[in-house]
């Protein structure tokens, strides 16, 4: 029998941050281990990491501040919620490899990830939620393995973007690592207009960044989520306007004011994130004190995880820090994007999920990523 701890937490910032803790009577330790592929050493363990946004998924009670199509007045139901969780825990479990930690953008409540560890049964006995006060979906985490969560509410000038940055510190297998569950502001309004808010949310990172470079330089940190920005963001805008996300350009680092024309280097990034395509990633047009993490994008994937006007885009991300790189402890591995059915349509692009027919499972793609270690 299955019992729950939630806490609540009422953060300065202006965050609830929710913690949900699984009591199970079988104890679960250890690494979830996928199948080496050929070559592996037999005696390797791999760590999988899934972030999705799930697009909208409401529990089945009213609150006041879903939007219209999931009110019970509109028809929305706990039938219909249930039909969505059943519906998502099928599809992840046709993944092949169980994702360990799971990471959602676009879900309302901490109580919707005791039903999929519930649904799942597979020992996702942690997870944390963050949401800003009246807002309808926050962004999550639900682990096998222990965890501590903090957020970060995220304000420039007057204007607050609509999620929190959620930073929380896994304990896999004796080594810590910080993951930042992410959903940043959308570009709806104006691509230019938003794209100082994606800065103030890049900003937090990259302070928390540097901060743990200073206190615990060996910590390992991904960036994850759906960032609403693609990895090429400043080419798609013809390299007109800082983005929250830059590639290590020389054109970039001068636009930036990270390099001058004679070489001098007046100061460093602040609320903006360099991308390299390296392994392990490191500044190579940037002054050497940049952080720059290494995006899957620009090395190993292809297409996108969304479709939009015709088009596929890369906001969705992992963005991962050297020490990943570097043959100590858990290293990075793989990432995939998990573009097949039943997670895309007859055209090879995400099935949305339609709450009139109850079909489909998001206008997103997941992506998964593997960290490996490597036995002695």
């Given at each position: ?10 953060c300065?910032?202006g965050?609830f ?14 690494c ?5 592929e050929n070559?592996?050493n ?17 529990d089945?009670e ?9 009110l ?14 059943n519906a998502?825990c099928?599809a ?9 930690i ?12 005791q ?13 944390h939620f963050a ?12 682990s ?7 957020a970060?509410s ?5 204007d607050?973007a ?8 896994l304990?896999l ?9 992410c959903?940043?502001?959308s570009?709806?309004?104006?691509d ?6 994606r ?6 990172i990259?302070r ?10 060996n910590?390992?940190?991904?960036t994850?989520g759906?960032?609403?920005?693609n ?5 798609r ?12 350009d020389?054109?970039c ?6 390099i001058?024309?004679?070489g001098e ?13 390296n ?5 190579l047009?940037?002054p ?17 995880s ?5 088009d596929?885009?890369?906001?969705d ?11 100590k ?11 097949f ?20 499972l ?15």
């Open positions: 029998m299955k019992k729950h701890k939630l806490c609540l937490f009422l300065a910032a965050v941050l929710y913690g949900l803790l699984f009591m199970v009577s079988a104890c679960i330790t250890g979830a281990a996928a199948v080496p070559g592996s037999s005696k390797d363990r791999f760590i999988n990491l899934m972030t999705w946004n799930i697009h909208n998924l409401f089945g009213d609150n006041g501040f879903e939007y219209d199509e999931f019970e007045s509109a028809g929305w139901s706990t039938e219909k919620y249930r039909g969505r969780v998502f099928a992840v479990g046709s993944i092949g490899v169980m994702p360990d799971i990471m959602l953008e676009e879900i309302e409540s901490i109580m919707i990830f039903d999929i560890a519930l649904s799942l049964n597979k020992g996702h006995e942690w997870s949401i800003n006060p009246g807002a309808a979906l926050g962004v999550g985490i639900l096998r393995f222990p965890l501590e969560a903090r970060h995220v304000t420039v000038d007057a607050t609509p999620r929190p940055v959620l930073e929380v510190r304990r297998d004796g080594e810590d690592i910080i993951v930042f569950v959903h940043w502001k570009k709806l309004g104006g230019d207009v938003t794209e100082r808010t800065r103030a949310s890049a900003r937090v990259m928390r960044i540097r901060e743990l470079r200073e206190t615990e330089p910590t390992g940190v991904i994850a759906d960032l609403n920005e990895h090429d963001e400043f080419y805008r013809s390299g007109t306007i800082i983005c929250a996300l830059l590639p290590d020389p054109y680092a001068q636009l930036t004011g990270c001058t024309n004679d280097f007046p100061f460093m990034q602040k609320d903006f994130i360099i991308l390299g395509g392994k392990p990633p490191e500044p047009h940037f050497q004190e940049s952080v720059v993490l290494f995006s899957p994008w620009q090395d190993e994937l292809e297409n996108g969304y479709y939009y006007r015709n596929w885009e890369t906001i991300h992992f963005l991962i820090s050297a020490q990943f790189f570097d043959n402890g858990w290293e990075y591995e793989k990432t995939a994007v998990i573009n059915p039943p997670f895309a349509n007859a055209n090879g692009v995400p099935f949305s999920y339609n709450a009139r027919t109850g079909l489909g998001s206008d997103h793609f997941p992506l998964m990523m593997t960290l490996k270690m490597t036995s002695d």
